[in-house]
């Protein structure tokens, strides 16, 4: 069988486990991951169910990470996975399954303890529909927004500008003190995902880049992965029409939900770092969801305490070379 043939038959075979199947299960989230440093191996478990397992380590001392699966998320799959993780002599694993809150008890059921989450434990996902029909389902601010944006003309190009992005990103990270991936990574992710584009709002007049948003689609859902803005000329709204030019696009292209990727937990207060961008997403609506988390397994206690320490250093190592550039 052929690359492509790998390709297609496995993200066929997701779909055929889940609706939607998990973008982050498909076969160029795999190749993605391959390419930011770790091995890939796509498992087809015992039982049917499948698993893109993302592995990692020193030597022969490997741990596994496995994000929004296995497909399907049920207890016999869980229990097939530890089974071949232990098989595999994978040190210790790690699991965030696309599965409701409730299903965190199976996990403890099977000796996993909650680990520290990687993908958006908290999330909204908007029902597509016609844009007006969306449009007057918006709480009000957005909806003035993306009207005042629209009526002083606002361009909103669709494209795969990893670069433009990139100069985005950095302007947040500028404002925030956080850190986003560089153009390489977003590259990636434009280049092998099912389907992956940019949306960069210009000003109307001068044609400058005002913010930019990345967004992935597959089997009916659309992902709101990536987001920036400068900040230049707010009065424009910019940030608002580039989420709503990628909004309609999915709506347009058949999609059935938009994910938002990533919300506040229900109650978190003012001083939750998400707390601003939880109230901007909340604005748009749809239906906040919670999935079980991310939990840990440990095989070999010994192995896994020298990952610990290698996962330290890799740490220390990034702050380091945050601090000289």
């Not at 844009?131 to 918006?138: G, N, T």
Request: proline letters at 6%.
């Amino acid at each position: 069988m052929s690359g492509a043939e790998e390709k297609d038959s496995w993200d066929r075979e997701l779909g055929e486990r889940a609706s939607p199947a998990p973008l982050l299960q498909t076969w160029g989230w795999g190749t993605v991951q391959s390419r930011a440093g770790w091995t890939v191996d796509r498992v087809r478990l015992a039982g049917g169910a499948m698993a893109s397992v993302q592995l990692r380590g020193l030597g022969p001392v490997r741990e596994a990470y496995v994000p929004r699966g296995p497909v399907p998320a049920t207890p016999e799959a869980v229990d097939a996975l530890v089974d071949w993780s232990r098989k595999a002599k994978v040190a210790r694993i790690t699991v965030e399954p696309e599965a409701p809150a409730t299903f965190s008890a199976v996990m403890r059921e099977r000796g996993f303890t909650p680990a520290r989450v990687v993908q958006p434990q908290h999330t909204r996902i908007l029902k597509l529909a016609a844009p007006a029909e969306m449009l007057a389902s918006f709480k009000q601010g957005r909806r003035y927004n993306i009207r005042a944006g629209e009526r002083r003309g606002v361009v909103v190009e669709e494209g795969k500008d990893a670069a433009e992005l990139e100069r985005q990103s950095e302007a947040v990270e500028r404002r925030e003190s956080i850190h986003l991936p560089a153009k390489g990574y977003y590259q990636l992710l434009l280049d092998e995902l099912p389907w992956c584009r940019t949306y960069v709002a210009r000003h109307p007049e001068t044609h400058e880049a005002l913010a930019a948003v990345l967004v992935a689609r597959h089997a009916g859902r659309a992902y709101h992965l990536f987001a920036g803005r400068s900040g230049a000329h707010p009065e424009l709204m910019a940030n608002d029409l580039a989420w709503w030019a990628a909004i309609k696009a999915a709506a347009a292209a058949g999609c059935r939900d938009y994910d938002l990727w990533g919300v506040p937990p229900p109650g978190a207060g003012i001083d939750h770092p998400w707390h601003g961008l939880g109230f901007f997403k909340a604005e748009f609506g749809g239906e906040e969801v919670a999935y079980a988390g991310a939990w840990e397994l440990v095989l070999s206690a010994g192995a896994a305490r020298l990952l610990g320490l290698e996962k330290k250093a890799r740490g220390r190592v990034r702050g380091l070379k945050r601090n000289i550039s």
